[in-house]
């Protein structure tokens, strides 16, 4: 079983960055997939980017170019880099783990609001 604690987000003006941090504990040895979902108000939340156990990294397709999913091992955390924000990137955003086993544990959400 893992923990999540995220941090950062905030406001930021349309073309700026914002960069959100996801601290991990427990049993990381049970990771198969760290991500960041988002959710908007009124919309589904929806995967925003993710890297698997074996390496690959998946990105939506509306923040590849813009966004950048990377991890520090030694300091167990995932983050996430948002550059050239746009108004439509305003949500809640959500790490995640995917355990080895299919069970999904949430980070508790972060607000990300870009103004126009």
């Known amino acids: 079983q893992v923990q999540l604690v995220q941090s950062g987000g905030g406001l930021v003006q349309a073309g700026g960055s914002l960069r959100l941090s996801c601290a991990v504990s427990?049993?990381?040895?049970?990771?198969?997939?760290m991500g960041w979902y988002r959710q908007a108000p009124g919309k589904q939340r929806e995967l925003v980017a993710a890297?698997?156990?074996?390496?690959?990294?998946n990105y939506a397709d509306s923040v590849k170019g813009r966004f950048t999913i990377s991890r520090d091992n030694a300091k167990n955390t995932v983050y996430l880099q948002m550059n050239s924000l746009k108004p439509e990137d305003t949500a809640v955003y959500y790490c995640s783990v995917d355990s080895v086993y299919g069970l999904r544990t949430w980070g508790q959400g972060t607000q990300v609001t870009v103004s126009s």
């Open positions: 890297f698997t156990r074996g390496g690959t990294t």
């Open positions: 427990g049993s990381m040895s049970s990771i198969n997939v």
